[in-house]
């Protein structure tokens, strides 16, 4: 199957899985674009906001089926049939990629054990927007999806990741977020934390302190959040420091700058060779704010 697909043709059959904008609607690809405007059915979240994102972007609205966490499980048979029968299925979540703390796991693994095709169209997605631009070590990166509501659940929660040594992402609601924080610096300590809000939109903002100072986070409690826990600092320190070792045995064995980067980045896990070379020459954010960076 191509990446090629043209206006108003119909598409295989197949379930496309397809990323939505976070807030700013110019996000849309044109593939997913192409798609959800030919798809027989478009599964939504919710149908209404679907709906109103479809008629910002001039795409014509139609075979819209609600498709949420309460009706997921009922709905999967249907879909599956409607599959099977030779229609093309698109699904949205309200927004960002589907399935990432959205409903759409079950009716996917369905699809894979039975043989349809599932094509991913890939775009925005909230933890990796807030995570290119917070400033915290981008790898390595666990994503945690929303922590439990039970205060004693929190703190199992986050420490069950506290000798990781990854950076944690989560999304959290307003009216819970204080508490969760706390809970993580119960678990976790002293660690970096950013807090991202309405991101892309209008007041895209990026809040960033230490979860031992939480009274110091002005967090206005609007909004959506994706928050962005750091490693512990020795562990970040500890990572570049293991990187710019295996530069000097690499440099040893000879080779020109980028083979001794792409060898470097062979073999340690989370670097690419780009950012081997950056840390190697000197250029770019590596370089300056001393982490590598994605």
């Known amino acids: 199957m191509t990446d090629e697909i043209a206006q108003n043709t119909e598409l295989d059959a197949a379930l496309y899985v397809v990323a939505t904008p976070l807030g700013n609607a110019d996000d849309l690809s044109p593939r997913a674009r192409r798609i959800l405007a030919a798809a027989d059915m478009v599964l939504a979240e919710d149908t209404r906001r679907t709906g109103q994102l479809f008629q910002r972007l001039g795409i014509p609205s139609h075979g819209f089926v609600s498709f949420h966490e309460h009706n997921e499980e009922k709905r999967t048979a249907r879909v599956v049939e409607a599959l099977e029968a030779g229609q093309s299925v698109a699904m949205v979540s309200d927004?960002?990629?589907?399935?990432?703390?959205?409903?759409?796991?079950?009716?996917?693994?369905?699809?894979?054990?039975?043989?349809?095709?599932?094509?991913?169209?890939?775009?925005p997605s909230a933890p990796l927007t807030a995570l290119s631009a917070c400033g915290l070590p981008p790898l390595p990166f666990t994503f945690l999806g929303f922590p439990p509501r039970?205060?004693?659940?929190?703190?199992?929660?986050?420490?069950?990741?506290?000798?990781?040594?990854a950076t944690l992402i989560f999304f959290e609601r307003k009216n819970r977020l204080m508490e969760t924080l706390q809970?993580?610096?119960?678990?976790?300590?002293?660690?970096?934390?950013?807090?991202?809000?309405?991101?892309?939109?209008?007041?895209?903002?990026?809040?960033?302190?230490?979860l031992d100072a939480l009274t110091a986070l002005d967090v206005p409690l609007l909004g959506e959040f994706t928050v962005v826990i750091g490693p512990p600092a020795e562990e970040a320190e500890?990572?570049?420091?293991?990187?710019?070792?295996?530069?000097?045995?690499?440099?040893?064995?000879?080779?020109?700058?980028?083979?001794?980067?792409?060898?470097?980045?062979?073999?340690?896990?989370?670097?690419s060779t780009k950012d081997v070379y950056a840390l190697m020459t000197g250029e770019g954010p590596a370089a300056q704010d001393d982490e590598p960076t994605a």
């Open 150 to 165: 039970k205060a004693g659940d929190r703190h199992k929660f986050f420490a069950a990741h506290a000798q990781t040594g």
């Open 238 to 271: 500890a990572g570049r420091e293991a990187v710019l070792a295996a530069i000097e045995e690499e440099r040893r064995a000879g080779g020109k700058p980028r083979q001794v980067a792409r060898r470097v980045a062979e073999r340690m896990a989370g670097w």
């Open 95 to 123: 927004a960002g990629t589907p399935l990432l703390s959205d409903p759409g796991f079950t009716l996917v693994r369905a699809c894979r054990e039975r043989g349809i095709t599932v094509v991913p169209v890939p775009g």
């Open 183 to 210: 809970a993580a610096h119960d678990a976790l300590g002293p660690r970096e934390v950013c807090v991202a809000r309405e991101l892309t939109k209008t007041h895209e903002e990026f809040i960033h302190g230490r």
